[in-house]
Protein backbone atom coordinates (compact mmCIF):
# COMPACT_ATOMS: atom_id res chain seq x y z
CA UNK A 1 0.00 0.00 0.00
CA UNK A 2 1.45 3.49 -0.98
CA UNK A 3 -1.58 5.62 0.40
CA UNK A 4 -4.30 5.50 2.52
CA UNK A 5 -6.84 8.53 2.75
CA UNK A 6 -8.40 9.22 5.89
CA UNK A 7 -11.96 11.38 5.65
CA UNK A 8 -12.66 13.26 8.83
CA UNK A 9 -10.40 14.98 10.84
CA UNK A 10 -12.27 14.12 14.52
CA UNK A 11 -11.12 12.27 17.02
CA UNK A 12 -11.05 9.09 15.18
CA UNK A 13 -9.87 10.10 12.15
CA UNK A 14 -6.68 11.52 14.27
CA UNK A 15 -6.64 7.55 15.88
CA UNK A 16 -6.68 6.14 12.37
CA UNK A 17 -3.54 8.04 11.78
CA UNK A 18 -2.09 7.20 14.55
CA UNK A 19 -2.57 3.64 14.45
CA UNK A 20 -1.41 3.63 10.85
CA UNK A 21 2.16 4.68 11.77
CA UNK A 22 1.97 2.62 15.07
CA UNK A 23 1.31 -0.52 13.07
CA UNK A 24 4.17 0.13 11.24
CA UNK A 25 2.50 1.18 7.56
CA UNK A 26 5.59 3.91 5.84
CA UNK A 27 3.47 5.31 2.83
CA UNK A 28 1.42 8.24 2.28
CA UNK A 29 -1.40 9.34 5.06
CA UNK A 30 -3.63 12.10 3.61
CA UNK A 31 -6.44 13.35 6.26
CA UNK A 32 -9.24 15.11 4.48
CA UNK A 33 -10.57 17.57 6.92
CA UNK A 34 -14.10 19.73 6.24
CA UNK A 35 -13.53 22.02 9.51
CA UNK A 36 -10.89 24.62 8.85
CA UNK A 37 -9.61 23.17 12.15
CA UNK A 38 -6.77 20.74 12.74
CA UNK A 39 -8.21 17.75 14.83
CA UNK A 40 -9.89 18.44 17.93
CA UNK A 41 -11.75 16.82 20.65
CA UNK A 42 -15.53 17.57 21.15
CA UNK A 43 -16.52 16.87 24.96
CA UNK A 44 -14.60 19.97 26.70
CA UNK A 45 -16.83 21.94 24.08
CA UNK A 46 -19.40 21.74 25.97
CA UNK A 47 -17.97 21.00 29.65
CA UNK A 48 -14.94 23.33 29.41
CA UNK A 49 -15.48 26.33 26.49
CA UNK A 50 -19.30 27.39 27.04
CA UNK A 51 -17.68 27.70 30.95
CA UNK A 52 -14.94 30.27 29.69
CA UNK A 53 -12.15 27.74 31.21
CA UNK A 54 -9.02 26.90 28.86
CA UNK A 55 -9.15 24.17 28.23
CA UNK A 56 -6.63 22.23 25.94
CA UNK A 57 -8.70 20.77 23.05
CA UNK A 58 -6.38 20.27 19.89
CA UNK A 59 -4.54 16.99 19.38
CA UNK A 60 -0.84 16.79 18.44
CA UNK A 61 -1.16 15.49 14.81
CA UNK A 62 2.02 15.99 13.21
CA UNK A 63 4.05 14.42 16.73
CA UNK A 64 1.48 11.74 16.78
CA UNK A 65 1.93 10.96 12.74
CA UNK A 66 3.18 12.07 9.48
CA UNK A 67 0.49 12.95 7.77
CA UNK A 68 -0.53 15.03 5.21
CA UNK A 69 -3.45 17.00 6.66
CA UNK A 70 -5.85 19.09 4.66
CA UNK A 71 -8.01 21.46 6.28
CA UNK A 72 -11.34 22.69 4.64
CA UNK A 73 -11.05 19.85 2.44
CA UNK A 74 -14.61 17.58 2.50
CA UNK A 75 -14.66 14.45 0.29
CA UNK A 76 -17.70 14.93 -1.78
CA UNK A 77 -17.52 10.80 -2.69
CA UNK A 78 -15.92 7.57 -2.70
CA UNK A 79 -14.92 5.75 -5.98
CA UNK A 80 -13.39 2.82 -6.20
CA UNK A 81 -9.73 3.54 -5.36
CA UNK A 82 -10.42 7.25 -5.58
CA UNK A 83 -11.47 10.03 -3.15
CA UNK A 84 -12.91 13.07 -4.52
CA UNK A 85 -12.59 16.34 -3.47
CA UNK A 86 -13.30 19.92 -5.32
CA UNK A 87 -9.62 20.47 -5.18
CA UNK A 88 -9.48 16.92 -7.39
CA UNK A 89 -9.38 13.37 -6.94
CA UNK A 90 -6.51 11.31 -5.09
CA UNK A 91 -6.36 7.94 -5.89
CA UNK A 92 -5.20 5.85 -3.11
CA UNK A 93 -5.02 1.90 -1.59
CA UNK A 94 -7.37 2.40 1.30
CA UNK A 95 -9.97 4.77 2.63
CA UNK A 96 -10.73 4.84 5.90
CA UNK A 97 -14.39 7.36 6.61
CA UNK A 98 -14.16 8.95 10.26
CA UNK A 99 -16.75 11.50 8.80
CA UNK A 100 -19.05 11.68 12.69
CA UNK A 101 -21.98 12.83 12.82
CA UNK A 102 -24.47 16.29 11.82
CA UNK A 103 -26.73 17.94 14.18
CA UNK A 104 -30.42 17.40 13.86
CA UNK A 105 -31.55 21.21 13.22
CA UNK A 106 -34.53 23.27 13.84
CA UNK A 107 -35.28 26.50 11.48
CA UNK A 108 -34.26 29.09 13.66
CA UNK A 109 -31.50 27.31 16.42
CA UNK A 110 -28.44 26.84 16.34
CA UNK A 111 -26.64 23.30 17.27
CA UNK A 112 -23.32 22.77 19.46
CA UNK A 113 -20.73 20.37 17.29
CA UNK A 114 -18.00 22.44 16.49
CA UNK A 115 -15.21 24.60 18.02
CA UNK A 116 -16.97 27.61 16.16
CA UNK A 117 -20.51 26.75 17.21
CA UNK A 118 -18.88 26.63 20.91
CA UNK A 119 -17.32 29.97 20.86
CA UNK A 120 -20.60 31.44 19.14
CA UNK A 121 -23.04 30.09 21.32
CA UNK A 122 -20.35 30.38 24.80
CA UNK A 123 -20.20 34.70 23.46
CA UNK A 124 -24.01 34.54 23.58
CA UNK A 125 -24.47 33.09 26.87
CA UNK A 126 -24.26 36.18 28.41
CA UNK A 127 -25.93 37.27 31.94
CA UNK A 128 -29.41 37.81 32.07
CA UNK A 129 -29.76 36.11 28.76
CA UNK A 130 -32.90 34.38 27.84
CA UNK A 131 -32.08 31.16 27.00
CA UNK A 132 -34.44 27.78 25.51
CA UNK A 133 -33.05 24.67 25.12
CA UNK A 134 -34.75 21.87 22.97
CA UNK A 135 -34.03 18.59 24.22
CA UNK A 136 -33.12 17.32 27.58
CA UNK A 137 -30.52 14.70 26.56
CA UNK A 138 -26.95 14.47 26.97
CA UNK A 139 -26.04 17.90 25.20
CA UNK A 140 -29.36 19.74 26.15
CA UNK A 141 -28.36 19.40 29.64
CA UNK A 142 -24.62 19.70 29.54
CA UNK A 143 -25.79 23.54 27.96
CA UNK A 144 -28.46 24.02 30.53
CA UNK A 145 -26.36 23.70 33.12
CA UNK A 146 -23.47 26.19 31.29
CA UNK A 147 -25.90 28.77 30.73
CA UNK A 148 -27.22 28.68 34.02
CA UNK A 149 -23.90 29.29 35.20
CA UNK A 150 -23.27 32.11 33.39
CA UNK A 151 -26.10 33.43 34.96
CA UNK A 152 -28.70 32.79 31.80
CA UNK A 153 -32.01 32.49 32.48
CA UNK A 154 -32.60 28.94 31.54
CA UNK A 155 -35.74 27.08 29.70
CA UNK A 156 -35.81 23.31 28.38
CA UNK A 157 -38.47 21.66 26.73
CA UNK A 158 -38.37 18.36 26.11
CA UNK A 159 -41.02 16.16 24.30
CA UNK A 160 -40.57 12.91 26.43
CA UNK A 161 -41.24 12.33 29.84
CA UNK A 162 -38.81 12.80 31.43
CA UNK A 163 -34.55 13.98 30.67
CA UNK A 164 -32.37 11.50 28.87
CA UNK A 165 -35.00 9.26 27.26
CA UNK A 166 -33.15 8.26 24.75
CA UNK A 167 -30.72 6.11 27.33
CA UNK A 168 -32.13 5.98 30.49
CA UNK A 169 -35.63 4.69 31.88
CA UNK A 170 -37.61 7.54 32.77
CA UNK A 171 -37.88 6.76 36.56
CA UNK A 172 -34.11 7.48 36.35
CA UNK A 173 -34.06 10.38 34.07
CA UNK A 174 -36.27 11.76 36.29
CA UNK A 175 -33.89 11.54 39.42
CA UNK A 176 -32.09 14.51 37.29
CA UNK A 177 -34.92 16.67 37.63
CA UNK A 178 -33.86 18.19 40.81
CA UNK A 179 -30.47 19.10 39.75
CA UNK A 180 -32.27 21.43 36.82
CA UNK A 181 -34.89 22.91 39.98
CA UNK A 182 -31.58 23.52 42.30
CA UNK A 183 -30.47 25.73 39.50
CA UNK A 184 -33.41 27.41 38.67
CA UNK A 185 -33.85 26.10 35.48
CA UNK A 186 -37.27 25.43 33.99
CA UNK A 187 -37.75 21.95 32.46
CA UNK A 188 -41.44 21.61 30.82
CA UNK A 189 -41.21 18.02 30.25
CA UNK A 190 -43.71 16.76 27.78
CA UNK A 191 -43.62 19.76 25.73
CA UNK A 192 -42.67 19.74 21.89
CA UNK A 193 -41.32 22.88 20.55
CA UNK A 194 -42.90 23.05 16.79
CA UNK A 195 -42.64 26.95 16.54
CA UNK A 196 -39.14 28.30 17.64
CA UNK A 197 -39.81 32.16 17.16
CA UNK A 198 -43.05 31.69 19.19
CA UNK A 199 -40.52 30.70 22.82
CA UNK A 200 -39.31 34.31 22.14
CA UNK A 201 -35.86 33.77 23.57
CA UNK A 202 -32.37 35.15 22.56
CA UNK A 203 -30.90 31.88 22.43
CA UNK A 204 -32.41 28.90 21.18
CA UNK A 205 -30.22 25.41 20.93
CA UNK A 206 -31.35 22.69 19.39
CA UNK A 207 -30.30 19.11 21.02
CA UNK A 208 -31.86 16.72 19.29
CA UNK A 209 -29.32 14.22 18.38
CA UNK A 210 -27.09 13.91 15.57
CA UNK A 211 -27.12 12.05 12.17
CA UNK A 212 -24.36 10.34 10.37
CA UNK A 213 -22.53 12.97 7.74
CA UNK A 214 -22.50 10.52 5.54
CA UNK A 215 -24.34 12.07 2.20
CA UNK A 216 -21.77 12.79 0.02
CA UNK A 217 -21.52 8.99 -0.07
CA UNK A 218 -24.79 8.26 -1.70
CA UNK A 219 -23.66 7.49 -5.03
CA UNK A 220 -20.65 5.34 -3.73
CA UNK A 221 -21.55 2.03 -3.75
CA UNK A 222 -21.06 1.65 0.23
CA UNK A 223 -23.60 -0.08 2.07
CA UNK A 224 -25.42 2.41 4.38
CA UNK A 225 -28.13 1.88 7.33
CA UNK A 226 -31.64 3.04 5.71
CA UNK A 227 -33.03 5.07 8.97
CA UNK A 228 -30.05 7.02 10.17
CA UNK A 229 -27.04 6.37 7.03
CA UNK A 230 -24.70 4.80 9.32
CA UNK A 231 -22.10 3.31 7.33
CA UNK A 232 -22.99 -0.53 7.92
CA UNK A 233 -19.60 -2.10 8.56
CA UNK A 234 -18.59 -6.07 10.03
CA UNK A 235 -16.66 -6.97 13.20
CA UNK A 236 -13.26 -5.44 11.89
CA UNK A 237 -14.89 -2.64 10.81
CA UNK A 238 -14.72 -3.01 6.61
CA UNK A 239 -17.66 -1.38 4.62
CA UNK A 240 -19.54 -3.31 1.99
CA UNK A 241 -16.48 -1.89 -0.62
CA UNK A 242 -12.67 -3.39 0.05
CA UNK A 243 -10.27 -1.05 1.04
CA UNK A 244 -12.93 1.05 2.75
CA UNK A 245 -13.35 0.87 6.87
CA UNK A 246 -15.32 3.45 8.87
CA UNK A 247 -15.13 4.30 12.23
CA UNK A 248 -16.38 6.53 15.11
CA UNK A 249 -20.20 8.29 15.34
CA UNK A 250 -20.58 7.65 11.17
CA UNK A 251 -19.95 3.49 11.59
CA UNK A 252 -22.94 1.00 12.76
CA UNK A 253 -20.14 -2.54 13.17
CA UNK A 254 -21.57 -5.73 13.97
CA UNK A 255 -21.33 -7.58 17.37
CA UNK A 256 -21.42 -10.73 18.31
CA UNK A 257 -20.97 -10.04 21.98
CA UNK A 258 -24.62 -8.41 21.30
CA UNK A 259 -25.65 -9.98 18.45
CA UNK A 260 -26.93 -7.09 17.09
CA UNK A 261 -25.45 -3.70 15.04
CA UNK A 262 -24.17 -1.15 16.85
CA UNK A 263 -23.62 2.51 16.33
CA UNK A 264 -22.03 4.19 19.65
CA UNK A 265 -22.16 7.87 19.43
CA UNK A 266 -19.28 8.54 21.91
CA UNK A 267 -15.80 8.86 22.44
CA UNK A 268 -14.52 6.20 23.75
CA UNK A 269 -15.98 4.17 20.21
CA UNK A 270 -13.98 6.94 18.40
CA UNK A 271 -11.00 6.57 20.24
CA UNK A 272 -10.31 2.54 20.22
CA UNK A 273 -12.42 1.50 16.98
CA UNK A 274 -9.87 2.84 14.71
CA UNK A 275 -6.93 0.34 15.48
CA UNK A 276 -8.79 -2.22 14.59
CA UNK A 277 -10.05 -0.60 11.59
CA UNK A 278 -6.41 -0.13 10.69
CA UNK A 279 -5.30 -3.22 11.12
CA UNK A 280 -7.72 -4.82 9.19
CA UNK A 281 -7.19 -2.47 6.16
CA UNK A 282 -3.30 -2.89 6.44
CA UNK A 283 -4.12 -7.00 6.71
CA UNK A 284 -5.88 -7.35 3.72
CA UNK A 285 -8.70 -10.10 2.43
CA UNK A 286 -6.46 -12.95 2.94
CA UNK A 287 -4.94 -11.67 6.64
CA UNK A 288 -8.25 -10.67 8.10
CA UNK A 289 -8.84 -13.48 10.60
CA UNK A 290 -5.83 -12.87 12.43
CA UNK A 291 -7.31 -9.24 13.43
CA UNK A 292 -8.96 -9.10 16.67
CA UNK A 293 -12.72 -8.05 15.90
CA UNK A 294 -13.92 -4.75 17.35
CA UNK A 295 -16.60 -5.63 20.01
CA UNK A 296 -16.12 -3.89 23.35
CA UNK A 297 -18.78 -3.24 26.11
CA UNK A 298 -19.99 0.17 24.89
CA UNK A 299 -18.98 3.33 27.38
CA UNK A 300 -19.83 6.83 27.66
CA UNK A 301 -19.83 9.10 30.61
CA UNK A 302 -21.79 12.74 30.52
CA UNK A 303 -20.55 15.87 32.90
CA UNK A 304 -23.82 17.83 34.07
CA UNK A 305 -25.03 19.90 37.16
CA UNK A 306 -22.06 18.94 38.73
CA UNK A 307 -22.07 15.25 38.75
CA UNK A 308 -21.27 12.16 36.16
CA UNK A 309 -23.19 10.30 34.88
CA UNK A 310 -21.74 7.20 33.26
CA UNK A 311 -22.90 3.95 31.45
CA UNK A 312 -21.87 0.93 30.34
CA UNK A 313 -22.83 -2.04 28.17
CA UNK A 314 -25.97 -2.76 26.24
CA UNK A 315 -29.35 -4.15 27.35
CA UNK A 316 -32.40 -5.57 25.97
CA UNK A 317 -36.37 -4.91 26.86
CA UNK A 318 -36.20 -8.01 28.69
CA UNK A 319 -32.88 -7.87 31.24
CA UNK A 320 -33.75 -7.35 34.82
CA UNK A 321 -32.97 -4.52 36.74
CA UNK A 322 -31.21 -4.45 39.67
CA UNK A 323 -30.73 -0.89 42.35
CA UNK A 324 -27.76 -0.51 43.78
CA UNK A 325 -28.23 3.35 44.49
CA UNK A 326 -27.67 5.20 47.69
CA UNK A 327 -28.72 8.71 49.04
CA UNK A 328 -27.64 10.96 46.62
CA UNK A 329 -25.52 8.63 44.39
CA UNK A 330 -26.54 6.12 42.39
CA UNK A 331 -26.17 2.90 40.41
CA UNK A 332 -28.31 0.93 38.32
CA UNK A 333 -27.64 -2.78 36.44
CA UNK A 334 -29.38 -4.82 34.24
CA UNK A 335 -28.53 -8.52 34.47
CA UNK A 336 -29.22 -11.64 31.39
CA UNK A 337 -28.88 -15.14 32.06
CA UNK A 338 -26.30 -16.80 30.47
CA UNK A 339 -25.49 -20.54 31.05
CA UNK A 340 -22.35 -19.41 33.40
CA UNK A 341 -25.11 -17.96 35.38
CA UNK A 342 -26.29 -14.23 35.80
CA UNK A 343 -24.64 -11.65 33.45
CA UNK A 344 -24.75 -7.82 33.92
CA UNK A 345 -25.16 -6.78 30.51
CA UNK A 346 -25.63 -2.83 31.38
CA UNK A 347 -24.90 -0.33 33.54
CA UNK A 348 -25.78 3.15 34.55
CA UNK A 349 -24.35 5.37 37.36
CA UNK A 350 -23.76 8.39 39.04
CA UNK A 351 -20.80 9.44 41.15
CA UNK A 352 -20.03 6.02 41.28
CA UNK A 353 -16.88 5.78 39.10
CA UNK A 354 -15.20 2.43 41.29
CA UNK A 355 -18.69 0.68 40.69
CA UNK A 356 -18.08 1.66 36.82
CA UNK A 357 -14.68 0.18 35.90
CA UNK A 358 -15.25 -2.30 38.13
CA UNK A 359 -18.43 -3.93 36.33
CA UNK A 360 -17.12 -2.74 33.02
CA UNK A 361 -13.92 -5.27 33.15
CA UNK A 362 -16.37 -7.61 34.98
CA UNK A 363 -18.80 -7.03 31.49
CA UNK A 364 -15.62 -7.59 29.46
CA UNK A 365 -14.75 -10.78 31.01
CA UNK A 366 -18.21 -12.10 31.22
CA UNK A 367 -17.90 -13.15 34.41
CA UNK A 368 -20.98 -14.37 36.11
CA UNK A 369 -22.38 -12.10 38.79
CA UNK A 370 -24.84 -12.41 41.84
CA UNK A 371 -27.49 -9.90 41.69
CA UNK A 372 -28.18 -10.35 45.15
CA UNK A 373 -25.17 -9.68 46.25
CA UNK A 374 -24.88 -6.66 43.80
CA UNK A 375 -28.55 -5.44 45.07
CA UNK A 376 -26.32 -4.33 48.45
CA UNK A 377 -24.36 -0.89 47.74
CA UNK A 378 -22.19 -2.20 50.49
CA UNK A 379 -20.95 -4.87 48.65
CA UNK A 380 -17.77 -3.61 46.24
CA UNK A 381 -19.23 -4.82 42.67
CA UNK A 382 -15.91 -6.89 42.03
CA UNK A 383 -16.57 -8.79 45.14
CA UNK A 384 -20.15 -9.88 43.65
CA UNK A 385 -19.06 -12.41 41.36
CA UNK A 386 -20.22 -16.20 41.16
CA UNK A 387 -17.86 -19.22 42.19
C1 LIG B 1 -20.35 19.11 22.62
C2 LIG B 1 -20.08 17.64 22.67
C3 LIG B 1 -19.84 17.01 23.89
C4 LIG B 1 -19.59 15.65 23.95
N1 LIG B 1 -19.39 15.07 25.17
C5 LIG B 1 -19.20 13.74 25.24
C6 LIG B 1 -19.03 13.11 26.51
O1 LIG B 1 -19.07 13.74 27.57
N2 LIG B 1 -18.84 11.76 26.54
C7 LIG B 1 -18.79 11.00 25.41
O2 LIG B 1 -18.63 9.78 25.50
N3 LIG B 1 -18.95 11.58 24.18
C8 LIG B 1 -19.16 12.92 24.08
N4 LIG B 1 -19.33 13.52 22.86
C9 LIG B 1 -19.30 12.68 21.64
C10 LIG B 1 -17.89 12.53 21.09
O3 LIG B 1 -17.24 13.76 21.07
C11 LIG B 1 -18.00 11.95 19.68
O4 LIG B 1 -18.52 10.64 19.80
C12 LIG B 1 -16.66 11.91 18.97
O5 LIG B 1 -16.21 13.22 18.74
C13 LIG B 1 -16.80 11.20 17.63
O6 LIG B 1 -15.62 11.30 16.93
P1 LIG B 1 -15.61 11.13 15.34
O7 LIG B 1 -14.18 11.35 14.96
O8 LIG B 1 -16.30 9.90 14.97
O9 LIG B 1 -16.51 12.32 14.80
P2 LIG B 1 -16.27 13.88 14.87
O10 LIG B 1 -15.60 14.25 16.13
O11 LIG B 1 -17.59 14.51 14.54
O12 LIG B 1 -15.26 14.17 13.68
C14 LIG B 1 -15.64 14.01 12.33
C15 LIG B 1 -14.98 15.08 11.53
O13 LIG B 1 -15.16 14.78 10.14
C16 LIG B 1 -15.46 15.96 9.44
N5 LIG B 1 -16.17 15.63 8.20
C17 LIG B 1 -17.49 15.39 8.03
N6 LIG B 1 -17.75 15.13 6.74
C18 LIG B 1 -16.56 15.20 6.08
C19 LIG B 1 -16.18 15.02 4.72
N7 LIG B 1 -17.08 14.71 3.79
N8 LIG B 1 -14.88 15.20 4.40
C20 LIG B 1 -13.95 15.49 5.35
N9 LIG B 1 -14.27 15.68 6.65
C21 LIG B 1 -15.56 15.52 7.01
C22 LIG B 1 -16.29 16.75 10.41
O14 LIG B 1 -16.27 18.11 10.06
C23 LIG B 1 -15.58 16.46 11.74
O15 LIG B 1 -14.57 17.40 11.98
C24 LIG B 1 -19.58 14.88 22.76
C25 LIG B 1 -19.84 15.50 21.52
C26 LIG B 1 -20.09 16.86 21.48
C27 LIG B 1 -20.38 17.51 20.15
Known sequence: MQRIVIVGGGLAGFEAARALRTQGFAGEVVMLAAEGEPPYDRPPLSKGVLAWRDVSLHFDVSAAADVDLRLGTPATGVNAGTVLTEAGSIECDGVVL??????????????LRT??????????LEMGAE????????????????????????????AADSPLSAALPADLGLRTVQWYEQLGISLRL????????????????????ARPATG?????GIEMRPGDGAIVVD????????GVVAVGDCAAWWSSRYDTRLRIEHWDTALHAPAVAVAALLAGESAVKSVEPYD?????????????????????????????????????GWFADSADGPQLTALAVVDRPRDLTQARRLMTARTPIDPEKFADPANPVKACTLG
Not at 143 to 157: D, H, K, L, M, Q
Not at 193 to 207: C, F, I, K, P
Not at 235 to 242: E, V
Open 235 to 242: DRLRSSTP
Open 98 to 111: AVGADPITLPGTTT
Open 216 to 220: FLSDS
Open 296 to 332: PVPYFWSDQFGHTIQCAGHRSATDRRVDRSEQGDWAV
Open 131 to 158: VAIIGAGWIGAEVAFAAAENGCSVTVYE
Open 190 to 209: GERVDDVSALGADVVLAGLG
Open 115 to 124: LTDAHQLRDS
